[in-house]
């Protein structure tokens, strides 16, 4: 069917004015992040004056932005992959076995996403706080507290994405499996992970990304050797002075990682979701 020339040229209008929403942000951002200080302070200007790349020096020094980046690498990358693979456990006893309370579960799961984080953020403080009196289990300030508290987050979301993503593959291929001698366990490891693939991977950039810009519990559950980068990176702003083109700067480089990563997983992201959203 033939697009009226009206359509077009709106589709172009449109699509033009979305691209520049989008990239003018990071255009501010990355001209901020190579001005001197003063520059960025006063009057804004399109085009700068004057160029330097010593805020992409100096954030190094300024805050450990190093090991700011070493924490949230650490505790994302490893609540988001136990989370996944708790999920992906739970999920295929949700999408393959009958068993009573199942949908009183699933419904449970799902309906923990209703609840604002700040709910919780007293009790795991209180949790931890006991534990370690009790214990001396420390987990209050620590990596292994932080991971624990973002997958009370990421694992619901999880098993109900991943549920959902398991219903779409048919239970077929695990009869055949169990026909050809396989036990469930090994149909599952040999025959459903695999056909998974799409849906893990969307599930576990999903659970990186949420919990890679998470600041509420990384703000009250962290100290000065744990800090995440969404809270550490507050130490470029003091008493006496904001320094914005290190802000600007440590944002960037912090950004290209996490922005890399999911572009060469996009068309996982894609088939996942859309999968996903299909029972």
């Known amino acids: 069917m033939h697009e009226p020339a009206w359509f077009r040229w709106a589709r172009v209008v449109v699509l033009t004015l979305l691209g520049l ?18 520059d960025v302070e006063g009057a804004f200007r399109w085009i700068p004056s004057h160029l330097t790349l010593s805020p992409f020096v100096d954030m190094w020094r300024t805050i450990p932005l190093l090991t700011y980046l070493e924490n949230s690498l650490i505790v994302c990358s490893i609540a988001s992959v136990a989370s996944v693979i708790v999920a992906l456990l739970a999920a295929y006893a949700i999408s393959r076995y009958r068993f009573r309370g199942r949908q009183v579960f699933s419904i449970t799961i799902l309906s923990t996403q209703m609840f604002p984080g700040i709910l919780f953020l007293l009790p795991l403080f209180v949790i931890f706080v006991n534990l370690s009196q009790t214990t001396g289990i420390n987990l209050y300030g620590s990596r292994t507290g932080l991971i624990i508290t973002y997958m009370t987050f990421t694992l619901p979301f999880a098993i109900w994405m991943l549920a959902a993503y398991l219903d779409t593959i048919p239970r077929e291929l695990d009869e055949a499996a169990t026909v050809d001698g396989t036990g469930p366990l090994g149909a599952f490891i040999r025959v459903v992970i695999p056909a998974a693939i799409p849906g893990i991977v969307a599930v576990l950039i999903y659970a990186f990304m949420t919990a890679w810009s998470e600041m509420l519990f990384a703000s009250v559950l962290t100290n000065d050797s744990t800090r995440t980068l969404a809270v550490g990176l507050q130490g470029y702003a003091t008493q006496n002075q904001v320094y914005w083109n290190q802000i600007m700067a440590a944002s960037l480089t912090v950004s ?24």
Do not use: E, H
């Open 21 to 38: 929403f989008a990239i003018l942000p990071v255009y501010v951002m990355l001209t901020a992040s190579l001005k001197p200080l003063p």
């Open 256 to 279: 290209v990682p996490i922005v890399v990563g999911f572009l060469l997983l996009q068309r996982f992201l894609v088939a996942g979701m859309t999968a996903g959203s299909v029972k």
